[in-house]
């Protein structure tokens, strides 16, 4: 709590602002260099010990979320699509002191993908194409290509390629629509891109895979989504499972949750333009990346002995123990797969309970196929918008098979609900709802039933760490998995001031607030907070790298609380570190969401004349009165690196990708780019995965496949934090390139890394001299004192 920091005295200047001296630090990079290559290098005429890349190319792989969460089943309902991309960045590493350059079309390359041991979808995997659903509105589902996986896409439309070109003789009778008149191919993402492999894409300097979209004000229309950021190859939106192709037998009614394979280890080659792969020490050059992708737990509490399967009960429903028992008919129908089935029907009964819906009306207990009738799939954004799927309408355009609505956005939706509901505190008073609700599964099989001491909630979903502390649970999207979760993790953390409060009075101290040795780290609500996004709306920048302009981020936090808390340091704690008992703020960042600004209107007398968010003049027009899904998992509502960390150590300036994000703030960090143009997931990889992640040996990691991805690019075997400079420059013995040789940049490790955070597109260009004239050594030097930890 911030009134024991001023208590104790020895923290009061660090927290408040006041001057300080920041001692030495180690300059030395942390890791040995002894898996690379040893040459002798001439730095203008003095001859130096440096180290080439161990590789002449280095292929970096990512999904662009650090867990897609999404079920495989999609007979009954469907929260959001299957959609899993690969994304990928390939460099020409810079051997014997040359630059390290990106690879583009350009220099006759191209990447070939699959995903290892992965290659199929439809079938003993997943029920989607196989799913029937009216697309054209017609009141039939047997028409081709009438299922779920045209269905759900079919909001979104291009005039004539996915470059957002529009043509100027368009109508809108010339548009054409995914899922209606480009169908989805089976184990298909909705660009075409097929699971099993094929060619990545480049999406170039402006992004690629634009689609268009419409909002809920009647004049604005053909909203641009760019799908893929800048200077990527991508397939964009697999139907990827978490199951592997080897040890998937039987039909799907006989999957377990020891089946589930989270993080997937999706694979690039390089190939010379005629589709050659290029051979490297007589190896092919290739790499693996995480994709990672899981079921939420819907089941332990819609099905059983949970407890919305026994509130079902009590209210009189009959329908998913129906289900279960229709399903046990089947030899072969694994436990699970009942329960999956019972707890899907188990969320329609209620909601047509509690809602007034009619998605049971048809509900056929007997019968073998179709048992929604002529209701069809629950598609949930056809009545809540969703930004995750492009959907801004509500209700969406086209609905068929029920009468739709407008509801509150999908994500406010789902999460203000199940807090209400199931608060699930911990020891500590934070939900355990977050971690139990979303994917548990470990990477190891073995762990995935209720033996495994880390599980969140048991298999009828009642928490565990009741009188523990959620965070050392574990299992699926981020407890004991990513760096922030992760209590090897060393400084430097180049923290601003309100990140040194979340290390020191939230990652330092237990359950219970008390001084711990070992770090528990932040939990999901830590980042997902009123605090990030009161950040965001006070933000006014000019240059993002620095902070210039107007920000709370470079502020001390007494300034902080003022601005975010009116000065009251107990508020301040309860937004920051926000419990689910009391006055429950967790529940409240949902149900008291304010969306942000979008856009504003100078028109007068209802006239539209849209100006950005900080024009002098106009109305504040905020995102949920042009979107259903409100500003949620934009850049207006989504943590950022830049509320913890120092500047540079923060997200590209935003604008590129409206309304994705925004002009004068700062974008999200999986659109953003550093040095080079590189991606900031390209060496930290994934938010929710991110590097270094949590290794407790094979057996009992949550995710194996991040950590091996990482040793890829480590320098001694071992290090397997961000990717070093070392993996595609030649650098000196303290581990900086050499082209810093004979500036003060040469001896310092960490200042390096600070410069190249410093560095955004084009500052390549400016060479050495000019590029330490604009960051010179003492910024960077202070940014690493200060922020150390």
């Not at 004239?773 to 940014?783: E, G, I, L």
Request: hydrophobic letters at 30%; aromatic letters at 10%.
């Amino acid at each position: 709590m911030i009134k024991s920091i001023v208590k104790t005295g020895s923290l009061l200047a660090l927290i408040l602002g006041a001057s300080s001296a920041f001692g030495a630090y180690d300059t030395n990079p942390p890791f040995k260099m002894n898996k690379l290559n040893l040459i002798e290098y001439n730095a203008d005429g003095k001859k130096i010990k440096a180290y080439d890349p161990k590789s002449a190319y280095n292929m970096f792989v990512n999904y662009e979320l650090g867990m897609h969460c999404v079920g495989f089943e999609m007979s009954y309902c469907c929260v959001i699509p299957p959609y899993n991309s690969i994304q990928s960045q390939a460099i020409k590493t810079g051997q014997g002191g040359d630059l390290p350059s990106l690879i583009t079309p350009d220099d006759n390359k191209k990447i070939y993908y699959y995903t290892k041991d992965n290659s199929y979808s439809e079938g003993n995997k997943m029920k989607y194409w196989g799913v029937m659903k009216d697309v054209d509105g017609n009141g039939h589902m047997d028409d081709p290509g009438d299922n779920v996986a045209n269905y759900v896409w079919k909001h979104l439309y291009i005039y004539k390629d996915l470059e957002g070109t529009k043509p100027t003789d368009r109508t809108k009778e010339s548009r054409i629509y995914v899922g209606k008149d480009i169908k989805v191919p089976i184990d298909s993402g909705p660009t075409g891109k097929h699971i099993a492999g094929g060619y990545l894409e480049y999406s170039g300097k402006d992004g690629s895979n634009v689609v268009f979209t419409d909002t809920m004000v009647p004049p604005v229309q053909e909203i641009p989504l760019v799908l893929t950021a800048s200077h990527l190859w991508d397939a964009l939106g697999l139907p990827m499972t978490a199951f592997n192709d080897s040890t998937r037998k039987g039909s799907i009614r006989t999957v377990t949750e020891r089946d589930f394979q989270p993080f997937q280890k999706s694979t690039v080659q390089l190939h010379d333009q005629n589709g050659k792969p290029i051979i490297e020490n007589g190896h092919v050059v290739e790499y693996f990346g995480t994709n990672p992708v899981d079921i939420p737990n819907c089941y332990a509490c819609h099905s059983r002995e949970g407890k919305a399967a026994q509130m079902g009960r009590e209210e009189g429903l009959k329908q998913s123990d129906q289900e279960y028992a229709y399903w046990k008919t089947y030899p072969d129908e694994s436990e699970y797969m009942a329960r999956l089935a019972e707890s899907s029907i188990n969320i329609l009964a209620l909601h047509d309970k509690h809602h007034g819906t009619t998605f049971l009306s048809n509900y056929d207990s007997k019968a073998s196929s179709q048992r929604l009738g002529k209701t069809g799939e629950v598609n949930c954004a056809d009545c809540h918008g969703d930004n995750v799927s492009g959907n801004l309408q509500e209700p969406r355009p086209g609905v068929t098979g029920y009468i739709a609505v407008k509801a509150k956005p999908l994500s406010e939706a789902i999460h203000g609900f199940h807090l209400a509901m199931v608060p699930m505190p911990d020891g500590g008073d934070r939900s355990q709802a977050c971690q139990s609700c979303h994917p548990t599964h470990f990477q190891d099989p073995s762990m995935n039933d209720d033996t495994n001491p880390f599980r969140v909630a048991d298999r009828y979903g009642e928490g565990r760490f009741g009188d523990k502390d959620i965070r050392q649970s574990g299992g699926g999207c981020y407890v004991r998995r990513d760096a922030h979760s992760n209590p090897s993790a060393k400084p430097p953390f180049f923290l601003n001031d309100y990140g040194k409060y979340q290390l020191n009075e939230i990652s330092m101290k237990d359950e219970k607030g008390k001084t711990v040795k070992e770090m528990r780290g932040l939990y999901c609500t830590n980042c997902h907070s009123k605090v990030a996004q009161k950040m965001y709306e006070t933000d006014d920048l000019q240059v993002a790298q620095t902070q210039e302009g107007k920000t709370l981020r470079n502020k001390t936090l007494k300034e902080m609380i003022k601005e975010i808390a009116d000065g009251d340091a107990k508020r301040f704690n309860a937004l920051a570190d926000p419990k689910t008992t009391g006055d429950n703020e967790v529940l409240k960042y949902y149900t008291e969401h304010k969306s942000a600004t979008l856009v504003k209107n100078a028109g007068k007398d209802g006239a539209l004349d849209l100006k950005p968010w900080n024009h002098p003049k106009g109305v504040d027009v905020p995102y949920n009165v042009a979107s259903g899904g409100d500003d949620w998992w934009l850049s207006a509502s989504e943590p950022h690196c830049a509320d913890c960390h120092l500047a540079p150590f923060v997200e590209s300036m935003g604008g590129e990708y409206f309304p994705i994000d925004q002009p004068n703030k700062h974008s999200l960090y999986r659109y953003s780019k550093a040095h080079g143009d590189i991606a900031c997931q390209s060496c930290h990889e994934s938010s929710h995965g991110l590097y270094s992640t949590r290794y407790d040996g094979k057996d009992r990691s949550v995710d194996v496949t991040t950590h091996e991805q990482a040793l890829q690019y480590s320098p001694d075997g071992e290090y397997a934090g961000p990717v070093t400079c070392s993996a595609c420059h030649t650098v000196n013995e303290k581990g900086v390139p050499v082209q810093l040789e004979g500036t003060e940049y040469a001896n310092d490790y960490w200042a390096a890394v600070t410069l190249a955070h410093y560095m955004r597109s084009g500052d390549q260009k400016l060479g050495t001299k000019g590029l330490i004239k604009k960051y010179p050594y003492k910024k960077s030097q202070d940014v690493v004192q200060k922020g150390w930890k």
